[in-house]
């Protein structure tokens, strides 16, 4: 048999997790849990993804560490000598006791490390399975009242389109959140505060610079913890309530962004369905919101 190949620096599994590869069916993919006893490896055959299977559970009594071992071929070489193309791998996500996990990818003439530390949705489920703290929240709850809005929105106009017309900014604005949020509306057409009369650009009105600060403001003061809690007490059996109560902060962001269309989606989406100063004005404040947290994000990404 050719010596391994070592892609990157390799942590070692478990060799009971590596004798329990051999014993997998092609192109299946798996969950193995580990007791943390020599040898002592229980392996199910998954028929769902895996985040699906581990939604809600914990395992942390029994299994201090568990793996998802998936089926994959190599797409594309970064360096010479890597395998080809085509080559068949199996992928295995494992998270320790500690918190710490690994991607390693296993084939037949190699063994190697991809990932120092496994991170996405898969692994924030199996660190929450075990009872074990994910990575903090990449956006902050300042995306998620965006999402409201537009939620709020596209509710009405499904359920309760206006006869023969297009949502006007009047309807727009009570349709925001912070009507919800502090029981009163907080930007009326007319008012010192609402919008322009028609014909103004919005650009030459406080209502936008007043809105986003409206939006900085309020997730300032709520955070992640306060939006699980806010589900969580709303319904004890939907899925976003549970998810609520068994995701943390940043896990439960994370999945809550890939469970939902995109918000610039959902600004495509409405654009039929509403007058062109409320289009406007929707458009002006998500799209900033948006640009704040690439901003954020990219600052984050780049040394110093």
């Known amino acids: 048999m050719p010596t391994p190949k070592r892609l990157s620096p390799l942590e070692k599994l478990p060799s009971a997790l590596i004798d329990a590869l051999g014993e997998l069916q092609p192109n299946r993919c798996y969950l193995a849990l580990l007791t943390g006893q020599r040898g002592q490896v229980q392996l199910t055959e998954l028929d769902r993804h895996p985040v699906d299977h581990l ?7 029994g299994f201090p560490s568990l793996a998802v071992v998936t089926p994959g071929q190599v797409v594309a070489s970064g360096e010479p000598g890597d395998p080809p193309p ?7 996500a494992i998270v320790y006791p500690t918190g710490a996990g690994a991607l390693h990818l296993v084939g037949d003439s190699f063994c190697g490390r991809l990932a120092l530390n496994a991170e996405g949705l898969v692994p924030d489920a199996m660190r929450r399975a075990l009872g074990l703290p994910t990575r903090p929240a990449e956006l902050s709850a300042e995306w998620f009242w965006a999402w409201a809005w537009l939620d709020e929105l596209e509710l ?21 959140p912070s009507l919800e949020v502090e029981g009163k509306a907080q930007w009326e057409v007319g ?29 300032q003061m709520t955070g992640w913890t306060s939006i699980r809690r806010m589900f969580h007490m709303r319904d004890d059996v ?14 439960f962001s994370r999945w809550f962004v890939a469970v939902h269309p995109s918000l610039r989606e959902s600004l495509v989406g409405l654009r039929p369905h509403l007058s062109a100063q409320a289009m406007d004005l929707v458009e002006a404040v998500v799209l900033e919101i948006l640009d704040r947290h690439t901003s954020s994000s990219t600052a984050r990404a780049s040394p110093g």
Do not use: N
């Open 55 to 61: 939604f809600g559970q914990d395992l942390s009594p």
């Open 156 to 176: 009405i106009v499904k359920f309760d389109p206006p006869t023969g017309r297009l949502l006007s900014l009047g309807e727009v604005l009570c349709a925001h």
């Open 191 to 219: 008012s010192p505060r609402g919008g322009p009369p028609p014909g103004v650009d919005l650009a030459d009105c406080e209502l936008v610079t007043t809105m986003l600060d409206w939006h900085r403001e309020h997730s």
């Open 86 to 92: 085509g080559t068949t791998l199996t992928a295995v």
């Open 238 to 251: 939907s899925v976003l309530s549970r998810a609520a109560t068994w995701y943390d902060d940043g896990s």
